[in-house]
């Protein structure tokens, strides 16, 4: 009796996800994350909550939008941006049950 040949993802789909999860590998994003999944909020407010500077917050969101996870919306002279990958939910579920969870949540 042959044993099946398990099914694997291609190697150009795991570069990408590669690249992705590289991206997502940073504690001020794994924040933004979380903030976004709660809802939508300006780069202001996401720069505070992380303690950066605008600009680096700005960078932050300009990488995750780049793989995806997130989009912005202009409204007047500010971008509020938001999650638009369903995915981040389990993953930011998975780190918070492996390394914690936020307290409102328990």
């Known amino acids: 009796m042959g044993r099946l040949k398990p099914r694997l ?33 300006t780069v202001g407010e996401l720069a505070e909550a992380c303690g950066l500077p605008s600009a680096m917050a700005s960078e932050h969101l300009r990488l995750m939008q ?25 993953i930011l579920r998975c780190v918070e049950d492996r390394f914690g969870t936020p307290t409102a949540a328990r």
């Open 9 to 41: 993802t291609t190697m150009e789909a795991l570069t990408e996800a590669a690249e992705c999860l590289r991206v997502l590998a940073h504690p001020h994003r794994l924040r933004i994350v979380q903030m976004l999944l709660q809802g939508d909020h």
């Open 66 to 90: 780049r793989c995806g996870f997130l989009a912005g919306r202009r409204d007047g002279r500010n971008v509020y941006y938001r999650v638009t990958e369903p995915h981040l939910r389990r």
